[in-house]
């Protein structure tokens, strides 16, 4: 069962992470970072190795790596 929080627009981006209960009973997260529209559509797909406690851990975790690596790809604005 995948636990899929709200997704999110961040920019261009379009966040949506996951988390997958496995067989131990624990999470794992991962996150679909989505750009473009149409055929130019790109989707990046992180998944984390650790494992959580509970789904909003994993949520949490895979939310704050995608929005670590959408801000390392977007320039800051000049003041």
């Known amino acids: 069962m995948n636990v899929v929080d ?19 009973g624990l999470f794992a997260a991962s996150v679909s970072i989505r750009s473009g529209r149409g055929s130019a559509t ?5 998944r984390f190795t650790g494992l ?3 789904a909003a851990a994993a949520i949490h975790y895979a939310t704050e790596h995608a929005m670590g690596w959408i801000h390392e ?4 604005a000049c003041a």
């Open 6 to 24: 709200t997704q999110i627009a961040v920019g261009k981006y379009l966040v949506s992470p996951a988390a997958k209960r496995q067989s131990e």
């Open 42 to 46: 790109h989707d990046r797909v992180l």
């Open 52 to 54: 959580f406690d509970t």
């Open 73 to 76: 790809r977007t320039p800051l």
